[in-house]
């Protein structure tokens, strides 16, 4: 993106450039934090950071094309939690200031813009780039490397303790680790990862509701806590080795809405392994009914989703394969957010439009919608 909106805004050109992708996972979705496994991408839509180190503690931070007239400014020696509703975004990036300081960094001060193409809260983990990339400007303008894995640790502890999102690690590793025409496929429990490829013909479509969803509102919060509270009366430390049949049992004793919790995360943890296998066989059934079930789950049992998510989810099941379509869902934390479909690339184009048309027809505004390749992860482009 451009470097002369650093130069504009401050007077020369940037030392370093840090370009940090958003994510969509495929599935796998809300069991990241109960260690399950997850299956997300690294996309084209991305955040891109020009920054150049100056003297002195103050940072100033100018986000292009956010309506901003002048730079925040961030004091080294007072990292504290933003409260004001129009500084809250900030404390993604103090939370990671904050992490490298508290590991002994002698913290740079510096100059930085943020561009993005990636839109805010659209379930497309814009945190956990702007996190990452802040990460990565610290890193590049102290000389230090940090693995990825450590650094997408400090940067999840940045979103519990600063943003007050108790997120698992799937965004930050997904926008970290991210393979370039790769799923990934991660173990939340112990963070190992491997990768399958994408296979070819297959094109991902991602649609933005334009609902904007605030994870930290509490409904997030809400159903962790739900799982928590079913695996203490389970009297089990995980849900990886819990089946469908054992929740069952347990329905009564859990509760409904409890009930509803556990069935989610036991069936998407299976969804998980068959989905794998089915993209390695390029199954492609196997590949839509396990979105279709996903989405149904999320939907019904952990009450995620929100009315135009499903019209979208329906709606591209009921064209089917007269627009290509292999598989669809919701993607992110819900509460508004994107949907992601799988697709055959020579009808990508058409379902785009269908999905495009029926939006505007029922919903009377436009749907973001947008066809994107899989790209790698959170890199510096240009160091200093």
């Not at 130069?7 to 809300?30: C, K, M, S, Y």
């Not at 990565?136 to 230090?144: F, K, N, R, S």
């Not at 069935?263 to 066989?281: I, Q």
């Not at 598989?327 to 184009?349: E, I, P, Y």
Request: aromatic share 6%; with cysteine.
């Amino acid at each position: 993106m451009d470097r002369e909106a650093f130069a504009r805004q401050f007077g020369d050109a940037p030392e370093v450039t840090i370009v940090a992708p958003g994510r969509i996972n495929l599935i796998g979705e809300h069991v990241d934090y109960l260690g399950g496994e997850v299956m997300p991408i690294a996309i084209d839509r991305q955040l891109v950071i020009h920054a150049s180190p100056v003297s002195g503690d103050l940072c100033e931070i100018f986000p292009v094309g956010f309506g901003h007239d002048s730079p925040t400014k961030i004091s080294l020696k007072d990292l504290h939690r933003r409260e004001a509703r129009a500084d809250v975004w900030l404390n993604y990036i103090i939370g990671v200031l904050s992490g490298y300081r508290d590991a002994g960094v002698e913290l740079p001060a510096f100059r930085a813009t943020i561009q993005s193409d990636l839109p805010a809260g659209a379930g497309l983990s814009s945190s956990a780039a702007l996190e990452t990339a802040f990460a990565l400007v610290v890193e590049a303008l102290t000389g230090i490397e940090q693995d990825v894995v450590d650094r997408a640790l400090l940067c999840q502890r940045a979103e519990h303790e600063f943003a007050g999102v108790p997120c698992g690690i799937m965004d930050q590793l997904a926008v970290g680790a991210g393979k370039k025409d790769h799923v990934m496929r991660l173990d939340c429990s112990d963070l190992t990862r491997s990768y399958v490829p994408i296979p070819e013909g297959l094109s991902i479509l991602t649609a933005d509701t334009g609902v904007k969803h605030a994870l930290g509102d509490g409904e997030y919060k809400k159903r962790r806590s739900d799982c928590e509270e079913a695996l203490s009366i389970l009297e089990i430390d995980s849900f990886r080795n819990a089946t469908p049949e054992q929740i069952g049992e347990a329905e009564k004793e859990l509760g409904d809405r409890l009930f509803r919790r556990a069935r989610h995360a036991v069936t998407e943890m299976e969804r998980v392994e068959r989905f794998s296998k089915a993209l390695v066989e390029n199954d492609f059934e196997t590949l839509s009914i396990s979105m279709k079930q996903s989405h149904e789950s999320l939907r019904d049992d952990y009450e995620v989703s929100c009315e135009e998510l499903d019209a979208l989810v329906d709606a591209a099941y009921e064209a089917g394969s007269g627009v290509g379509l292999i598989g669809s869902r919701m993607t992110g934390g819900g509460f508004g957010g994107s949907t992601v479909s799988l697709v055959d690339s020579s009808s990508a184009s058409d379902l785009k439009k269908y999905l495009e048309k029926f939006y505007r027809e029922k919903f009377g505004r436009e749907l973001n919608c947008f066809i994107t390749t899989v790209v790698d992860g959170a890199h510096v482009l240009s160091p200093s």
